[in-house]
């Protein structure tokens, strides 16, 4: 069976340090892998998602970065972290091949930005 | 492009009371549609899909949705509620032939009381 992974949990960053969330897929090959993030009290935004290693497509203009080093890896970066990027990140995959969009989520990570 | 909008954002109830949450979409073309359920501080759940076919869709936990194409809308239900769906609930639609893009609405947080 399928498993996604996210770590850290839970992160506490100072304003202005990096940052690097790493997310992994087990248990499939080549899938759609998705980074959302949400504010607190609102919806999922797509910041970036990866259809293939190095393919990487923005959603958002931001401080933010991704990359896919490997098929089943993701990555989410800043070199400068801002109070605004506090929030809840979460990963998401789905089957490449599949004709429809169902997604699987992993855990979260937790922001805070002081 | 496609649009989502969940038209309450909280919905308080009582236990073993009916609730209905609300979804509205808009698109020019075909849809897929989903709804997940998001438990505090955990990543999103689905609950449940419509692809094609019935449009009444039965998921998990007892909720089942009903696909009304005129009102393009996509309503979950549950005819009695437990104190352990107190959660937030999105609403999802996808493109039949949108590419790699599922939109989320903002979320509807259930509080079921006692």
């Known amino acids: 069976s399928q498993t996604i992974h996210q770590w850290p949990a839970t992160l506490v960053q100072p304003v202005g340090s990096p940052l690097s969330l790493e997310c992994t897929v087990e248990?499939?090959?080549?899938?759609?892998l998705y980074w959302y993030r949400q504010a607190a009290g609102r919806g999922l935004q797509l910041l970036f998602y990866?259809?293939?290693?190095?393919?990487i497509s923005s959603e958002v203009p931001q401080n933010l970065s991704a990359s896919r080093p490997q098929d089943r890896q993701f990555i989410l970066s800043s070199k400068k972290l801002l109070l605004s990027d506090s929030g809840f990140y979460l990963c998401?995959?789905?089957?490449?091949?599949?004709?429809?969009?169902?997604?699987?989520f992993g855990p979260g990570t937790r922001l805070t930005v002081l | 492009a496609q649009s989502v909008t969940q038209l309450d954002s909280q919905v308080p109830v009582f236990e073993e009371a009916p609730v209905e949450l609300r979804c509205n979409y808009s698109?020019?073309?075909?849809?897929?549609l989903f709804w997940y359920v998001q438990y505090p501080n955990q990543g999103l759940q689905l609950l449940l899909k419509?692809?094609?076919?019935?449009?009444l869709v039965k998921g998990i936990n007892g909720f089942e949705a009903e696909f009304n194409k005129s009102q393009t809308s996509f309503h979950l239900r549950k005819p009695s509620v437990h104190i352990s769906d107190t959660a937030e609930y999105f609403c999802?639609?996808?493109?039949?032939?949108?590419?790699?893009?599922?939109?989320f609405g903002a979320g509807t947080r259930l509080f079921v009381k006692a």
């Open positions: 998401a995959w789905e089957k490449g091949s599949a004709s429809y969009n169902e997604q699987f």
């Open positions: 248990g499939t090959s080549n899938p759609n």
């Open positions: 990866s259809v293939g290693i190095g393919q």
């Open positions: 698109s020019s073309v075909s849809v897929y």
């Open positions: 419509y692809l094609s076919g019935s449009t």
């Open positions: 999802a639609v996808s493109e039949v032939t949108g590419g790699f893009k599922t939109i």
